[in-house]
């Protein structure tokens, strides 16, 4: 069975320059590969994420052909529900996601919900001010809040 790792995008500064969260999902993916080179990195995410993800990956040494990219979703559920079928195309029925440790709760709930069997690693913490940190800690519970409510609503 080929193992996958799906890398969930994270804002860019500016078209074409990825933001700290998508450098650091990215090495990350690259150094998992690394461990299990047999497996394929997804990258998925609009307005160049995907494309940034599989630039990171590359210049890491990931060879092009582990890599899929990804270019329509715009948020973590989009993430989950376009890569869907590109997982069920490559008989792959297990993936790693690759995300921030604040966001793979949400994101692991949100891919149960779109019934893609998964688990997650993240890379190390970032430094920084812890005041940035909070931020990025209340910015995800909200984010959970509203994952919550809309699986309250609808049906997968």
């Known amino acids: 069975m080929t193992r996958a790792f799906l890398v969930l995008g994270a804002a860019m500064r500016a078209p074409g320059q990825p933001g700290p969260a998508l450098i650091r999902r990215a090495e990350h993916a690259a150094a998992l590969w690394r461990a299990a080179p047999e497996a394929l990195i997804l990258a998925s995410g609009a307005g160049g994420e ?78 920084g001010p812890p005041g940035r940190h909070a931020m990025r800690l209340l910015r995800e519970a909200a984010a959970v809040a509203k994952a919550l409510a809309l699986s309250a609503t609808r049906r997968p």
Not at 50 to 67: K, N, T
């Open 50 to 127: 995907a494309e940034a993800i599989v630039a990171i990956c590359r210049a890491a040494g990931v060879p092009p052909d582990r890599l899929i990219c990804e270019t329509r979703a715009r948020s973590t559920a989009e993430n989950l529900a376009f890569c869907r079928p590109i997982l069920a195309a490559r008989g792959i029925a297990r993936v790693t996601l690759v995300t921030d440790g604040y966001h793979a709760p949400r994101a692991l709930f949100l891919a149960r919900r779109a019934g893609i069997e998964a688990d997650a690693d993240s890379p190390a913490r970032p430094a």
